[in-house]
């Protein structure tokens, strides 16, 4: 099969616009967002209502809505036919608002990642009621990190509902969305397979925001933990089908991360190329030629340098654009969803931080944004799963073996 590398005409209007949104709006204001910690960016309410309003036109996925593909929820694919919808336009959208700033994309309401988990999981009713909710996700626990089969916060039926139990850190845009997607069991005893997400309002009897974390970067996105204390939702609010199938085992909730996944790798390729862009212009004029007809080791070392990334940069970017076509065209994906995320979440680290190295004491210090894109790439290899983590789910499926053979 021949592969077309070329977005399709109807997604730059999106990338304009979100380059638009990142180079007038998040730019400006970045630093002040990174020395002001915790504090609500109020500039993002405009584009809050910008996108609110593309959204209602079929054009910028705002909500969960926009990660499901339009073109697949209007009519069966044809055969051959090939799909470019909500998660491509979403990627698209990330991957050129984090070039402005990941913190203050992390901020924008109704962009939150557990949209993305309700666009992965929930049944076409419940999308007519939460498509359009700005959605955080509280997956870790005290008790855990990347292991997100360890949930031990509970969701005991009672009646027509549930009542969920439990504590969950590290949820980003915890203390402003309006709703926050819960993962928690069902059964303890029937393993992996009980765990299910549920959609809590965020003012909501029994839950508690407990305080908000002081992090290395990212600064402007606040992050959460945030307690269930005999939260008490409808039966309704759990995503997909409440049926605990032991035989598809953790399967169902994972799906998220398939659509998630490659969501934090645009997130990382857009601050790669923020990183690669500032470097290329100071390189320059300090005189350093990057000559591409030339080899590598004939060149200034900073231009080796750069040339090196710049093709790490771009397999990432490959591999980013390979998931999310997958996941829109419906082809199982949860493989190239971790190779998008592995990739891309070294490469960032990667460029970020020898692009403070090569531009010394300019990238140390405060004088330009360098130095903070070093310390927010760095959470683009945790969250969403650890690089160790994505390594383990790729080796696993390279190799044909289960978590349980290969841990």
């Known amino acids: 099969m021949a592969i077309n590398l070329e977005l399709p005409k109807k997604l730059h209007v999106t990338i304009d616009q979100a380059h638009q949104a990142a180079a007038e709006i998040f730019r400006p204001i970045s630093r002040k967002y990174d020395l002001a910690e915790h504090a609500y960016p109020v500039e993002l309410d405009t584009l809050a209502s910008l996108y609110d309003g593309l959204s209602e036109t079929g054009q910028a996925g705002a909500g ?25 336009q979403s990627v698209l959208n990330v991957m050129e608002t984090s070039w402005g700033d990941v913190g203050l994309m992390l901020s924008i309401p109704y962009q939150g990642l557990g949209n993305s988990a309700i666009a992965a999981v929930a049944t076409d009713e419940q999308l007519k009621k939460f498509g359009k909710v700005w959605a955080a996700m509280a997956i870790t626990e005290p008790s855990f990190g990347s292991d997100s089969a360890a949930v031990s916060t509970t969701a005991t039926r009672d009646g027509d509902d549930y009542v969920i139990n439990g504590e969950k850190i590290f949820v980003t845009s915890g203390s402003r969305a309006t709703h926050i997607v819960v993962w928690a069991t069902v059964d303890k005893s029937l393993g992996r397979a009980a765990i299910k997400s549920f959609v809590v309002p965020r003012e909501h009897p029994g839950v508690e925001i407990v305080r908000l974390e002081h992090k290395l970067g990212i600064k402007a996105s606040d992050t959460a933990v945030i307690r269930f204390d005999n939260c008490r939702v409808s039966k309704d609010n759990l995503l997909g089908s409440p049926e605990v199938d032991v035989k598809k085992g953790f399967g169902g909730v994972m799906q998220t991360f398939d659509n998630t996944r490659p969501l934090v790798a645009g997130m990382a390729v857009g601050l790669a190329r923020a990183a690669l862009e500032e470097l290329r212009g100071i390189l320059e004029e300090a005189g350093v030629e990057i000559d591409y007809d030339r080899p590598a080791a004939d060149q200034h070392a900073a231009a080796a340098e750069f040339i090196r990334m710049e093709a790490d940069f771009e397999a990432a970017y490959l591999l980013t654009m390979r998931a999310t076509w997958m996941a829109d065209n419906k082809i199982p994906n949860s493989t190239e969803a971790s190779m998008s995320k592995a990739k891309a979440g070294r490469t960032v680290t990667d460029i970020t931080n020898k692009t403070v190295e090569l531009t010394g004491t300019l990238g140390y210090s405060e004088r330009l944004l360098i130095e903070k894109w070093a310390r927010d790439s760095k959470i683009l290899d945790i969250f969403e799963g650890t690089q160790q983590i994505q390594n383990l789910i790729i080796a696993r499926r390279v190799l044909g073996k289960s978590s349980a053979e290969l841990k």
């Open 64 to 88: 969960a809505d926009g990660g499901r593909s339009q073109t697949a929820k209007k009519k069966p694919k044809a055969e051959g036919e090939i799909v470019n919808g909500g998660n491509m």
